[in-house]
């Protein structure tokens, strides 16, 4: 069996022998400036390891899977310009390294690439993993629209917002887990138990994230400490603040995310300050637990022997009390 | 056999039929709405006209090759937000209707929606069909990267423009009626054939489409006249009138694509009169033609029935010596 980064070698030496239409290299420079910056190359790693829990050949998904990784990065090209974000992994963003028209242009040619990669699924498989993919695509997308929406909403129910992560960061991490599977052979039911699996995993993940935006080590992170606060993004810490804090510092909460402040320290601080009155920093760690604890429910039950879970398991473990 | 209505017909009741992930309205609306404000459906209609050349049953084809027109669709929102355009077919793009932001989710959703309709095609035509849809995606992408590029470029050659036609509009209409030909049992060296059919076609209507730019009927047209000018865009006719005309001319016209007039007619007639002057109108259409001529060339090698071809020949000769 593979362990995490045997996997993740793999998944770096796919991305870098793609071959590319060569007729415009302005079009290709941003894909592959993105693809090389890092990232922990979670999603097609996380396949690999669900196609290796069934099956110690995993050749055949390594292409195909390489798929997950351009698309996931197509996502945070199209984003960044969307949040007008900057710094992405330490790094200029696409768009402010270039500009907005080539990032719009050469994120969409990487849709393009990641089908490519997909269509070199074996042709017994190709349907099924296809459309689990690109349901998720969708699904993504949709979760990115009510992201937008959620903005300019002036309440948004935690029942909305994890609907939303499921859709915008959770639906792509469980499709990735259940097309390894398909990759190994798996039967419909244990590809079912990875898919919630990764679902739950992908709830923790994002939870977590919008954690370490305020208490994350900014130079780990890799992103703009309190970058979500600054743009007033409703994160599961505002959303849980607001249910419980006191009526006025609910005013106060919703003032400093709806105005634009000149000096962000100050905005970070007090509502960090209202945060830590209320331990939601504590709260929002534990609903990520459950979501641990529920995802390794689901892969306790997948038909195969404990000792080839072990991978999946640390991997999961090490993502969850991560500080980047 | 159908004739070209009643396939517009058929494509336009697939688009009306199409089901979307319900979950943000707003994602939706917009997609709708570039579907609705009409369009030839060109490529869904040589495609399904493609297949019928060889098989009077399309019903297998009709979801799949819908596809086509979302993903075409997909490149106008994506295309007008970067030439900042502000009309097609006579109404607001979706950017200038709603913003760029939404502009760039809803148009990013379409591809996956293209992707949708294409994993409808049945399992023996699958990799074929979507590996040449693919294919011709991601020369989309990189002939608008080229279109671009020569935005900004001192000159551009005949030859060079030609590519970026070929690349941007003619690989999708090849791959539209070359798809079609799958779907219709068409032998290998049919396929190939009308593919070959298709570019050409494709050329021809795209060399017509920068002549109709200034020398169009606006009302029928459903552009602004002379927008490419004004834009600064190099299409044939700029191209061609720099070959030929006086060193002082070229002077003047590279001035007028330069810099940003604060009368857009003065400059749309400055540049006219020197395309007059050198017959730029008629040596268009001269071109045009003979690529149209090129195209009948392939078609007439297709080996079926010529009667069977005469719906094909109707539309091609219809698209040239339209105002619109």
Redesign the interface.
């Given at each position: 069996m593979y362990n995490q980064s045997e996997l993740k070698k793999i998944v770096d030496r796919s991305i870098a022998n793609l071959s590319y239409?060569t007729?415009?290299e302005?079009?290709i420079d941003p894909v592959k400036y993105i693809l090389s910056i890092g990232g922990k190359r979670l999603r097609p790693v996380l396949a690999l390891m669900a196609c290796n829990l069934f099956n110690d050949k995993i050749n055949d998904a390594v292409i195909p899977v390489t798929g997950l990784e351009i698309f996931h990065n197509f996502t945070l090209v199209?984003d960044d310009?969307?949040d007008q974000a900057l710094v992405r992994r330490n790094f200029p963003t696409v768009h402010s390294k270039w500009n907005?028209?080539q990032a719009?242009?050469s994120?969409?040619?990487m849709?393009?690439?990641a089908?490519?990669c997909f269509?070199q699924t074996p042709?017994h498989l190709?349907?099924k993993v296809?459309?689990t993919f690109?349901k998720a695509?969708?699904?993504v997308?949709?979760g990115?629209?009510?992201d937008?929406?959620f903005e300019i909403a002036a309440i948004v129910s935690q029942e909305e917002y994890l609907?939303m992560i499921e859709?915008k960061t959770a639906a792509l991490l469980a499709a990735s887990v259940k097309i390894g599977a398909f990759f190994g052979g798996a039967e419909e039911k244990d590809s079912e138990l990875l898919y919630e699996f990764g679902k739950n995993l992908g709830l923790a993940f994002q939870i977590q994230d919008d954690m370490l935006d305020i208490y994350g080590d900014v130079k780990i992170f890799g992103k703009v400490s309190g970058g979500d606060v600054v743009a007033g993004k409703k994160t599961y810490l505002f959303i849980k603040a607001m249910e419980i804090a006191s009526s006025g510092q609910r005013k106060q909460l919703q003032e400093q995310f709806s105005k634009e402040y000149s000096e962000p320290e100050a905005k970070i601080k007090a509502v960090t300050a209202i945060y830590d009155q209320h331990n939601i920093k504590t709260i929002t760690e534990n609903l990520a637990n459950e979501y641990i604890k529920s995802a390794f429910t689901f892969l306790e039950k997948v038909g195969v022997q404990p000792a080839r879970k072990e991978e999946m398991i640390q991997v999961t473990r090490s993502l969850i009390g991560r500080d980047r």
């Open positions: 239409n007729e415009a302005k079009l199209h310009i969307m907005i028209n719009i242009l994120g969409d040619v849709a393009f690439i089908n490519e269509l042709p190709l349907s296809f459309r690109n695509a969708i699904e997308c949709v990115q629209q009510l937008i929406d609907k859709l």
